[in-house]
Nanobody, 121 residues
């Protein structure tokens, strides 16, 4: 079984910072891309940032220059540093990872349960 567990969400003031963490565990042979997505009430889930296994990154235009995605392959962790937070960043943030459970298996996408981020004064 593979699990992704997010942590680090909470309440922040506009202009503040939060750091999200995502821990992958279970039967894992390799992890390809990892990413953070978010879903605000009444809206579709959207990509926030993704990072490849080699460290290449891409970001949604709305978070460029404010958010930074990183990963620690040895620890099977991904992080999202969120600075200069805005009320419109309020959403449930989900971790996503493309994981191969054993060598020779296909790669499958896994999701965490989500962590709430609320930006409000």
């Amino acid at each position: 079984q593979v699990q992704l567990v997010e942590s680090g969400g909470g309440l922040a003031q506009p202009g503040g910072s939060l750091r999200l963490s995502c821990a992958a565990s279970g039967s894992i042979a390799s992890i390809n891309g990892m990413g953070w997505y978010r879903q605000a009430p009444g809206k579709e889930r959207e990509l926030v940032a993704r990072i490849t296994s080699l460290g290449s990154t891409n970001y949604a235009d709305s978070v460029k220059g404010r958010f930074t995605i990183s990963r620690d392959n040895a620890k099977r962790m991904a992080y999202l540093q969120m600075n200069s937070l805005k009320p419109e960043d309020t959403a449930v943030y989900y971790c996503n990872a493309d994981i191969r459970r054993s060598f020779g298996d296909r790669v499958s996408a896994y999701w965490g349960q989500g962590t709430q981020v609320t930006v409000s004064s």
